[in-house]
Antibody, heavy 121, light 107 residues
Framework: EVQLVDSGGGLVKPGGSLRLSCAAS????????MNWVRQAPGKGLEWVSS????????YYADSVKGRFTISRDNAKNSVYLQMNSLRAEDTAVYYC??????????????WGQGTLVTVSS | DIQMTQSPSSLSASVGDRVTITCRAS??????LNWYQQRPGKAPNLLIY???SLQSGVPSRFSGSGSGTDFTLTISSLQPEDFANYCC?????????FGQGTKLVIK
């Protein structure tokens, strides 16, 4: 069974840092691109970042570029999101999600349970 | 960035009703459109990918259609567990973008 477990969220002051983790199991982690998607309280989903299976391709939303860094450790079946210079508007539940790229368009077929990041003084 | 516009933002319906939710892209995205269901406090759950393909394990009362800029999600006969939030997402280009969501509530 595919499982993604998000962790690392918490309360942090503006300007602070936090590192999120997503532990994967039940599939060949090294074969899949991974994404982080966030959802501010009462708001819709916002894509944050993605990393290809071999880390060759990394992308960020403009809203986090230069502050967040995505990485992965295929030996540990984990993907990470290092978040620096955090702002109040980064407050959200952060989900990791597995990306499927078949012959057709790509999609996110499995999601972690989410981890809440609250940025407040 | 490609803008995704969903309508309606909220929909009231009864068990057994047929409902349709619409998603419009700001440019042609071919069939690169996915639909997700999200219950309160839970992670999104993939329903439909590539505009019309039903994800494994999803009941057949869910269906998707459309291509280009206009897409629809249809639930043929609402069940109690279907009252949730639904959103579309384009995967045609980076950044992938989501619609603002449709809240389906019990009438």
């Amino acid at each position: 069974e595919v499982q993604l477990v998000d962790s690392g969220g918490g309360l942090v002051k503006p300007g602070g840092s936090l590192r999120l983790s997503c532990a994967a199991s039940g599939f060949t982690f090294s074969s899949y691109n991974m994404n982080w998607v966030r959802q501010a309280p009462g708001k819709g989903l916002e894509w944050v970042s993605s990393i290809s299976s071999s880390t060759t391709f990394i992308y960020y939303a403009d809203s986090v570029k230069g502050r967040f860094t995505i990485s992965r450790d295929n030996a540990k079946n984990s993907v990470y999101l290092q978040m620096n210079s955090l702002r109040a508007e980064d407050t959200a539940v952060y989900y990791c999600a597995r990306e499927v790229r078949g012959r057709g368009p790509k999609f996110l077929d499995h999601w972690g349970q989410g981890t809440l990041v609250t940025v407040s003084s | 960035d490609i803008q995704m516009t969903q309508s309606p933002s909220s929909l009231s319906a009864s068990v057994g009703d047929r409902v349709t939710i619409t998603c419009r892209a700001s440019q042609n995205i071919t069939n690169s459109l996915n639909w997700y269901q999200q219950r309160p406090g839970k992670a999104p759950n993939l329903l439909i990918y590539a505009a019309s393909s039903l994800q494994s394990g999803v009941p057949s009362r869910f269906s998707g259609s459309g291509s280009g800029t206009d897409f629809t999600l249809t639930i043929s006969s609402l069940q109690p567990e279907d009252f949730a939030n639904y959103c579309c997402q384009q995967s045609y280009s980076t950044p992938p973008t989501f619609g603002q969501g449709t809240k389906l509530v019990i009438k």
